[in-house]
C-alpha cells in the first residue's frame, strides 16, 4: 500500500529540448504556429463539409472525421507542450495527469489510424466498383466503421494505459520528451516490464501493421482499377483522391513505425522526441493543406466557402 501512494504522489518532469532560452522559445514558437494551423485547417475542413452538401458523401463524411480527431489529438499533447517550453520544463505532470494523457494520446492516435485504414477501403470501392459505390458505402455501414474505430481504440488505450501505469515508478521521474508517450514513461518504471513491451507491441501490429497492410493491398488494386481508366481525365481525377490520401498514410504510418515497431530496448529517446514532433504537430498541420490542394471538390467547396 505504501508503494502504491508513492508512485501516485510521483510528478513527471519533462526535459526542456535544449538549455538555452532563445531556442526553446524559437521551438516554441513553431510548435504554436503549427498548432494553430492545424485548429483552423481541421475546423475549416470540418465545417466546410459539413455545411457543402454536394460534400455530403462517404469519403467526405470520414474526412471531416478525420478532421475532428485530429484537433483533439493535437490538443491533448500541445497545450502542455507549449507551457514547458517556455517555462524551461519547470512545469511538471502529476501521476494521475501523465495516464489520463496517455491514455487520450494512445486512445485518439490508434483511431486515427484505423480510420486512415477504412479512408482506403472506401477509395477501393469507389474506384473498383463506382456504379454499386453508394450500395455499399451506406450511410449506416460509414457510421458503424467511424464508431467501430473509435471503440477499438478507447479498448486498446484503456488496456495499455493500465497496465503500464499498473507499475512501480520510483526514483527517476524526469522524461526525455515532451507528453506522456508510452515508451519513455515505460523506461521509467522500476518493475518487470516484459507483460507492458507484449502489450504495445500487440497494439502497434493492430493499429500500424494490420491497417497499413490492408492499405497497401487496397492501392494495388486500386492502381490496377485505375490504369483501366480510359479517359485521362478520369485516371487524373482518380489518382489525385487517392495521392492525397497516400501522403498521410506513408506520413502517419512511416513516422509511427520508426518509434512502435521495434524493440524496446533500442529505444533512442532523442531520436524518439525528434520523430514525435512529426506525428503530433506536423501532420495534424499538413493534413488540412494536403487534402485541399489535392482535391478539386474540396477545394472548389473551400472557395466557394470563402465568396
Not at 58 to 69: D, G, I, R, S, T
Not at 118 to 132: E, G, H, Q, S, T
Not at 153 to 168: N, R
Not at 263 to 273: D, I, K, Q, V
Request: glycine residues 6%; positive net charge; proline residues 4%.
Amino acid at each position: 500500500m505504501g508503494d502504491e501512494n508513492r508512485t501516485i504522489d510521483i510528478q513527471f518532469h519533462f526535459l526542456p529540448f535544449s538549455p538555452i532560452l532563445e531556442i526553446q522559445i524559437l521551438i516554441f514558437v513553431a510548435f504554436l504556429l503549427m498548432y494553430i494551423g492545424s485548429l483552423i485547417g481541421n475546423a475549416t475542413i470540418f465545417l466546410t463539409v459539413w455545411a457543402e452538401h454536394s460534400l455530403h458523401t462517404p469519403m467526405y463524411f470520414f474526412l471531416a472525421n478525420l478532421a475532428v480527431l485530429e484537433i483533439f489529438y493535437s490538443s491533448t499533447v500541445a497545450p502542455l507542450a507549449l507551457v514547458n517550453l517556455l517555462t524551461m520544463g519547470r512545469i511538471p505532470i502529476s501521476f494521475t495527469g501523465c495516464g489520463t494523457q496517455m491514455f487520450f494520446f494512445v486512445f485518439l492516435g490508434s483511431a486515427d489510424c484505423i480510420l486512415l485504414g477504412i479512408m482506403a477501403y472506401d477509395r477501393f470501392v469507389a474506384i473498383r466498383d463506382p456504379l454499386r459505390y453508394t450500395l455499399i458505402m451506406r450511410w449506416q455501414l460509414c457510421a458503424q466503421l467511424a464508431m467501430g474505430a473509435l471503440v477499438l481504440g478507447f479498448i486498446l488505450a484503456l488496456q495499455l494505459t493500465a497496465l503500464i501505469f499498473h507499475l512501480p515508478f520510483c526514483g527517476q521521474n524526469r522524461i526525455t520528451h515532451f507528453y506522456c508517450d508510452v515508451l519513455p514513461i515505460l523506461r521509467l518504471a522500476c518493475g518487470d516490464t516484459r507483460m507492458q513491451e507484449a502489450m504495445i507491441f500487440i497494439v502497434s501490429v493492430i493499429i500500424l501493421t494490420l491497417p497499413f497492410s490492408l492499405i497497401s493491398i487496397s492501392y494495388i488494386f486500386i492502381v490496377g482499377a485505375i490504369l483501366k481508366i480510359r479517359s485521362a481525365e478520369g485516371r487524373h481525377k482518380a489518382f489525385s483522391t487517392c495521392s492525397s490520401h497516400l501522403t498521410v498514410v506513408l506520413l502517419q504510418y512511416g513516422c509511427c513505425s520508426l518509434i512502435y515497431l521495434r524493440p524496446s530496448s533500442s529505444y533512442n529517446p532523442e531520436m524518439g522526441r525528434v520523430v514525435s514532433v512529426v506525428y503530433t504537430f506536423v501532420t495534424p498541420v499538413l493534413n488540412p493543406l494536403i487534402y485541399s490542394m489535392r482535391n478539386k471538390e474540396l477545394k472548389d467547396a473551400l472557395n466557394k466557402t470563402r465568396s
